[in-house]
């Protein structure tokens, strides 16, 4: 009887120990192994010992312009795309939510560009773009919009916004698909209240769908300014973070400096400040998450 307790107990344990380990070797030895190079002096172009050097990384990447031109660019990278994808989504997820003609073959289609992988979207964009061949510069030219083909992906003034674009592109139909659940989630109940009081298609959604959609929307904005800081495939494929630092962003740097320069610690050192700056979000998309559920 004891021994069919005690199997009992451990059932559950030994049920979830393969997906467990599977974490630990995919998840928590890369992060610590990252965070413990961070201090060391490893650099695969030069031969020597191996030794701890305490927080000299993160010193020299406070005075390194290029980490700060990174770290400037991540950031205005996250609330770009995180401002056009939440607005824009969320207006397409109101269309999509009314009686239009076709609603399902829409709702079909704008997942799309998110199934498709990013490596995949971006050399997509990267053909559209194309100074020679490109689609965009072809419809703008044959719409009188501009003279002369662009080099939207070599051009200093161009390729971030062209870059976002792509991105954008990328991101929004998540967003459409989520604010969407959560707009026909909303009792009719309480539109068809709001009409007997007299109130108009905009108060309705001022003062219903809004804040009815409203935490769901802010989880949402979390858990992708989180993918969007982090991006990196789309950025590495289009651009490579040219030209010149036009695009570089911290994933961008940090795959540079550990895959190109071999400058492991240095790059580790990148790496383990961004995972510093994910804490915050990660911790209010959590606790969030939590309070709904």
């Known amino acids: 009887m004891v021994k069919l307790l005690r199997s009992e107990k451990l059932t559950p344990y030994l049920l979830i120990m393969p997906a467990a380990i599977l974490i630990v070797v995919i998840l928590i030895y890369p992060l610590v192994t990252g965070v413990i190079n961070s201090f060391l002096n490893i650099n695969l172009l030069i031969v020597r010992p191996t ?10 990447l406070l005075h390194d312009p290029l980490f700060w031109i990174s770290f400037k660019q991540s950031v205005l990278w996250t609330i770009i795309i995180l401002i056009g994808e939440m607005i824009i989504g969320f207006f397409i997820a109101l269309l999509l939510n009314t009686d239009i003609k076709g609603r399902k073959i829409f709702r079909t289609l704008i997942l ?19 100074e020679q061949y490109g689609l965009i510069n072809y419809l703008l030219w044959k719409f009188h919009i501009i003279k002369t083909y ?32 959560g707009l026909q989630s909303i009792s009719k109940d309480l539109y068809e209240a709001a009409e007997v009081d007299g109130a108009s298609g905009f108060h309705k959604l001022i003062y219903i769908t ?9 989880i949402t904005a979390i858990l992708t300014s989180i993918w969007n800081f982090n991006q990196f495939d789309i950025i590495q494929v289009m651009t490579r973070g040219g030209p010149g630092t ?13 895959l190109q ?14 995972l510093i700056l994910m804490i915050g979000p990660i911790y209010v998309y959590v606790k969030r998450l939590m309070a709904n559920e």
């Open 150 to 181: 662009k080099a939207w992906l070599g051009n200093l003034h161009l390729t971030f916004g062209a870059v976002v674009v792509a991105a954008l592109w990328k991101a929004i139909p998540f967003v459409v698909l989520v604010i969407l659940a």
């Open 210 to 218: 809004i804040p009815s959609v409203k935490n769901i929307a802010l």
């Open 51 to 60: 030794k701890f050097i305490g927080l000299q990384n993160y010193i020299n």
């Open 246 to 258: 036009a695009t570089l962003t911290m994933p961008v740097f940090s795959y540079e400096l550990f």
């Open 261 to 274: 320069s071999f400058q492991v610690s240095y790059a580790s050192a990148v790496a383990t400040i961004m």
């Open 112 to 130: 799309i560009p998110w199934l498709i992988p990013n490596s995949i979207a971006a050399i997509i964009w990267k053909w559209l773009y194309s």
